[in-house]
C-alpha cells in the first residue's frame, strides 16, 4: 500500500510542478504533509539541506522519503515517479518537435530564435564583463587587471581560431581564467 501512496503522490509532485524548486515547495508539502510521510519540522530541514546539496529538491527529497518509508524498492518508485512525468512530457515534444522541424515556416522561427537566443546571452555576457571591469553603472572603478584578464581570453580564443581554425575549449578557457583571477585576486 506504501508503495502505491509513494507513487501517486510523486506522480503528483512530478506532474504539476512548475518553475523549478521554489514553484515546487508548495506542492511538494501539500502532498508530503496530506500523505503524513513527515511532518512539517522535518519537512522545512529537508527543504533545507535539499537546496545545499547537489541535485533537484524533488529528486532528493523522492529518494529520501521513499527510503524512509519503504526501504530501497520505495526510494525507487519515489524517484522514478517525480521524474517519469517529465521525461514523458519530453519525449511527446520530442515527437512534436520533430514533424514540425519539416515545416518552413517553423524552421524559419527557430533560426529567428536562435539569433534571438545568441543576441541575450552575448548582451548579457558583455554587461557581465562591463560591470566586473568597472564595478558596475555609475561606479565606474576601473579593474585593470580584469580588463587585461578579459583581453588575454579574447585574444586566446579568438587569435587560436585565426590561427588552428577552432577556439579554444570554454572548459579551458574557465580553468585559465579560474587559476588568472586566484592567482591575481587570490581565494
Known amino acids: 500500500m506504501i508503495?502505491?501512496?509513494?507513487?501517486?503522490?510523486f506522480l503528483e509532485i512530478g506532474l504539476f510542478s512548475f518553475g523549478g524548486a521554489y514553484g515546487a515547495i508548495p506542492l511538494i508539502r501539500e502532498v508530503v504533509l496530506s500523505y503524513?510521510?513527515?511532518?512539517e519540522e522535518e519537512l522545512s530541514y529537508m527543504i533545507a539541506v535539499s537546496e545545499s546539496t547537489p541535485g533537484p529538491i524533488m529528486i532528493n527529497m523522492a529518494t529520501?522519503?521513499?527510503?524512509?518509508?519503504a526501504g530501497v524498492p520505495g526510494a525507487l518508485i519515489a524517484t522514478a515517479a517525480?521524474?517519469?512525468p517529465a521525461f514523458v512530457i519530453v519525449i511527446?515534444?520530442?515527437a512534436v518537435f520533430k514533424k514540425l522541424t519539416e515545416?518552413?515556416?517553423?524552421?524559419?522561427i527557430l533560426g529567428s530564435l536562435k539569433n534571438c537566443v545568441a543576441g541575450v546571452i552575448l548582451a548579457t555576457g558583455v554587461y557581465m564583463m562591463f560591470n566586473v571591469c568597472t564595478g558596475g553603472v555609475g561606479i565606474m572603478s576601473v579593474d585593470l587587471p580584469a580588463i587585461i584578464l578579459a583581453a588575454v581570453l579574447g585574444t586566446l580564443y579568438f587569435g587560436a581560431k585565426k590561427v588552428i581554425g577552432k577556439g579554444v575549449s570554454p572548459i579551458i578557457l574557465i580553468c585559465v581564467a579560474g587559476a588568472a583571477g586566484v592567482m591575481?585576486?587570490?581565494f
Open 3 to 9: 508503495l502505491l501512496e509513494l507513487l501517486a503522490g
Open 36 to 39: 503524513g510521510w513527515i511532518g
Open 64 to 69: 529520501y522519503i521513499g527510503s524512509v518509508k
Open 82 to 84: 517525480v521524474a517519469l
Open 92 to 94: 511527446i515534444l520530442t
Open 103 to 108: 515545416n518552413g515556416a517553423f524552421k524559419s
Open 184 to 186: 591575481i585576486y587570490g
